[in-house]
């Protein structure tokens, strides 16, 4: 079984600057090759925000955060970041963490198969 926690959201303007960590921990690494960030807001379904192929460092954005948000990773310390500036209001969410066992990049909700409990994103205007 392999366990995601996030941490790192928070109340911040527009503009502003956060960074989303995610600890992995249970089984290790090799048992999934896609950790990814994910957002849901209120009334609205859960949505792709990035990934990243663990094993050559491939990344993907959705459109909507591209050049402003950035994934990375601390492969010694299993843990996955998302950096997030300039935000938007239409940025709050709640964003969870996710790790797929995909053979390719996905950005497919349905592909990832273990999971974070989130972590809220608040932005005001």
């Known amino acids: 079984q392999v366990q995601l926690v996030e941490s790192g959201g928070g109340l911040v303007q527009a503009g502003g600057s956060l960074r989303l960590s995610c600890a992995a921990s249970?089984?290790?690494?090799?048992?999934?090759?896609?950790m990814g960030w994910f957002r849901q807001a209120p009334g609205k379904e859960r949505e792709f925000v990035a990934a990243?192929?663990?094993?050559?460092?491939?990344?993907v954005y959705a459109d909507s955060v591209k050049g402003r948000f950035a994934i990375s990773r601390d492969r010694a310390k299993n843990t996955l970041f998302l950096q997030m500036n300039s935000l938007k209001p239409d940025d709050t969410a709640m964003y969870y963490c996710?790790?797929?066992?995909?053979?390719?990049?996905?950005?497919?909700?349905?592909?990832?198969?273990?999971w974070g409990q989130g972590t809220q994103v608040t932005v005001s205007s």
């Open positions: 990243m192929w663990l094993f050559g460092g491939t990344t």
């Open positions: 249970g089984r290790t690494s090799s048992s999934y090759n896609i």
């Open positions: 996710a790790a797929s066992t995909s053979i390719s990049l996905t950005v497919t909700t349905g592909q990832y198969a273990y």
